[in-house]
T-cell receptor
Framework: DGGITQSPKYLFRKEGQNVTLSCEQN?????MYWYRQDPGQGLRLIYY???????QKGDIAEGYSVSREKKESFPLTVTSAQKNPTAFYLC??????????????FGDGTRLSIL | QKEVEQNSGPLSVPEGAIASLNCTYS??????FFWYRQYSGKSPELIMS????GDKEDGRFTAQLNKASQYVSLLIRDSQPSDSATYLC????????????FGSGTRLQVQP
């Protein structure tokens, strides 16, 4: 089945530790996104990538890093510089066309907590 | 001013009633508008998209767009308890970033 796979589903981070969240898609989508959602809040954009080997900062990129070495994969690293990492992290992808009207589709999310 | 605004709710409606969810956006050049449903603890799922002024119907759902008023709404007819969720409005601003901007969501409760 085509889809977006995020792993792990739950992740715990110790103070001073970097952790990496995985996002893989087999939809042949060019664009991939990372969002953060805090309780009772909407989604805030962390990073996005429209093509392999290129990515752009979103609204809350500080304390996070990404890579896009393969079209299918867009891992997110939460670094120790992110002082408040506890949140629900969502990866999304979409097909890129000349129009802007393609919707984004989401993985099941990773819930990150501080130990 | 937030770029995409929604009333956080909860919006409570009885089973079988029409639920009306509203969203306003600030960027006049916005081109694409989406409604996502998010159950508690789950990821958002797309339920409607709309790109031009007017109404778009899909089953029990109708999306309405008024670009002059910068307003988009979602109507849910014959509301069911299973419709109880948070509904997120998302807008593609068309400024070239090509990432959606989300509202904070409206929580809908359908009372049996």
């Amino acid at each position: 089945d085509g889809g977006i796979t995020q792993s792990p589903k739950y992740l715990f981070r110790k103070e001073g530790q970097n952790v990496t969240l995985s996002c893989e898609q087999n939809l042949n989508h060019d664009a991939m996104y990372w969002y953060r959602q805090d309780p009772g809040q909407g989604l805030r954009l962390i990073y996005y990538s429209q093509i392999v080997n290129d990515f752009q900062k979103g609204d809350i990129a500080e304390g996070y890093s990404v890579s896009r070495e393969k079209k299918e994969s867009f891992p997110l690293t939460v670094t120790s510089a992110q002082k408040n990492p506890t949140a629900f992290y969502l990866c999304a992808s979409k097909a890129m066309t000349s129009a802007s009207n393609q919707p984004q589709h989401f993985g099941d999310g990773t819930r990150l907590s501080i130990l | 001013q937030k770029e995409v605004e929604q009333n956080s709710g909860p919006l409570s409606v009885p089973e079988g009633a029409i639920a009306s969810l509203n969203c306003t956006y600030s960027d006049r050049v916005s081109q694409s508008f989406f409604w996502y449903r998010q159950y508690s603890g789950k990821s958002p799922e797309l339920i409607m998209s709309i790109y031009s002024n007017g109404d778009k119907e899909d089953g029990r759902f109708t999306a309405q767009l008024n670009k002059a008023s910068q307003y988009v709404s979602l109507l849910i007819r014959d509301s069911q308890p299973s419709d109880s969720a948070t509904y997120l409005c998302a807008v593609n601003s068309g400024t070239g970033r090509r990432a959606l901007t989300f509202g904070s969501g409206t929580r809908l409760q359908v009372q049996p």
